[in-house]
């Protein structure tokens, strides 16, 4: 119910143009020995790019373990991998990872390693990192660096130009925001942000492509039931299932048709999350589309309510061929800024604490007060209230947010909600109406 005013479906592949393009010249027949290959580009602040050849004797699993060794030996810690891909159509692979580097002070570290196996050439391979908490931003900068680097080594012929652009040329970008300014995000004449609050992100293009990012659907009844007016379903089944499911019910709530869904392929990404690819129709004028997702559900198996986070893309199959570059390269472009979105959290809790403090003095005020009259008429009155402040969070896009460890509600933002249950599921939970207290929601 949060945070889908649009649907949109994902793709979770992260390659961008720019990295395609760097695939593609790395994939060009190789004039270097392999004990001349190995190169640095430093970048400021940190960041590097480490690239070369590698044994022709490698598969594609053990060029990639390969590579991570080299990773591990180097930080002196074993990369977290989060996510391993290969580039549709080409034979190229690559995963993002995470680490602490114990011989650099503990820094927190994040990379992406890059393969590339051609058939009868050698495999060439690439490593980019940085400091976890920069790696967004510097990652854009080393691939270009790293284009750079081997269109210099590695002149692509004049004849074979344009096979690297088959995917069709990228529009100027231009960098935006909204909301919150909570994300920036680039996108080409004629597409529109959607909405931007706590971080996530949704933008739609002029011929139906749609993204978005870091979103979530919140207050998920953990039940089989129906639930007019609210959404439903129990917790831990099939996560496909249960996407498709709520976003049905998301769409009847704004009276939209259902969409249908028939899955292509699903594969687990590590933690819970999967990633899924689709075939989806919106029943919105555009037709069929393409769609993938990655999906993780946030909750308890027995907690009364849970919460999906999710990322998706589409095109329709009328534009696909044509707008694939654009669509990944605006993904691509996505950066949150964590300044606003800390801030915001810190605001939030601040309150929390706030209403708690205020909660226990009127408590203990109304402990005071109390005088003895019908328990009936009080419980009438009480469930009137509490409906009343269900209808008024409804209309104005609000929730009840509870801190578990400093035992504290407030009202905030779907937004604000959405973002700090994402951060820390264990410690912030939306309140059910039918679990609002009096003299503390209302």
């Known amino acids: ?54 044994d022709a004797e490698h598969t594609p699993q053990s ?60 495999p060439i391979a690439a490593i980019l990192t940085d400091n976890a908490a920069t790696f967004t931003k510097s990652q854009p900068v080393m691939l270009k660096a790293l284009d750079a680097a081997w269109h210099t080594a590695n002149p692509i012929p004049a004849a074979a130009a344009p096979a690297a652009s088959a995917a069709g040329a990228v529009p100027p970008l231009h960098r935006v925001t909204a909301g919150d300014r909570s994300v920036y995000i680039s996108l080409p004449d ?35 039931a129906a639930m007019p007016g609210r959404i ?30 028939h899955l292509t392929s699903s594969k687990p990404l590590g933690g819970g999350a999967i990633q899924v690819a689709f075939d989806l129709n919106l029943q919105d004028g555009f037709g069929a589309r393409t769609a993938t997702a990655r999906l993780q559900e946030i909750g308890q198996p027995n907690a009364p309510t849970w919460a999906l986070g999710f990322s998706n893309s589409s095109l329709p199959n009328t534009v696909a061929a044509a707008e694939n570059a654009t669509l990944l390269a605006v993904m691509q472009s996505a950066s949150q800024d964590p300044n606003v979105v800390k801030a ?37 009155m009480s469930d009137i209230d509490a409906q009343s402040k269900a ?4 209309t104005l896009d609000r929730s009840q947010i509870q801190d578990n ?7 905030v933002s779907n937004g604000l909600a959405d973002a700090l249950v994402k951060s820390d599921p264990s410690r912030y939970q939306v309140v059910p109406p039918s679990q609002f207290l009096k003299g503390v929601d209302y």
Request: with cysteine; hydrophobic share 45%.
């Open 391 to 394: 209808m008024q969070n409804y």
């Open 344 to 380: 915001e959290q810190a605001a939030v809790m601040q309150g929390i604490a706030a209403a708690g403090a205020r909660a226990d003095a009127n408590a203990k005020a109304a402990d005071q007060r109390r005088i003895a009259s019908a328990q009936a008429f009080d419980a009438s």
């Open 405 to 411: 460890e400093a035992n504290g509600r407030a009202t």
């Open 232 to 261: 439903a379903y129990p917790f831990g089944g099939d996560v496909f299932t249960a996407y498709s499911s709520l976003v049905n019910q998301s769409r009847a709530n704004q009276h939209l048709p259902a969409a249908t869904f």
């Open 1 to 54: 119910m949060h945070c889908i005013a649009r649907l949109q479906s994902v793709r979770l592949v992260v390659a961008s143009p720019l990295l395609l393009a760097v695939l593609a010249v790395m994939a060009a027949p190789q004039r270097l020995a392999a004990q001349d290959t190995l190169q640095y580009i430093n970048e400021p602040g940190g960041a590097q790019v480490v690239y070369g050849t590698i």
């Open 63 to 122: 060029a990639m373990g390969f590579m991570l060794k080299q990773v591990d030996g180097h930080f002196g810690a074993k990369p977290a991998v989060s996510n391993i891909f290969q580039i549709k159509g080409t034979t190229s692979y690559g995963a993002f990872f995470t680490l602490i580097a114990k011989n650099s002070g503990n820094a927190p570290i994040a990379g992406e390693v890059i393969v590339n196996m051609p058939a009868g050439g050698q």
């Open 190 to 224: 004629g597409w529109k942000v959607d909405s931007i609050a706590g971080g996530s992100v949704q933008a739609e293009g002029p011929k139906g492509e749609r993204v978005g990012l870091a979103l979530m659907i919140q207050g998920i009844v953990n039940s089989r």
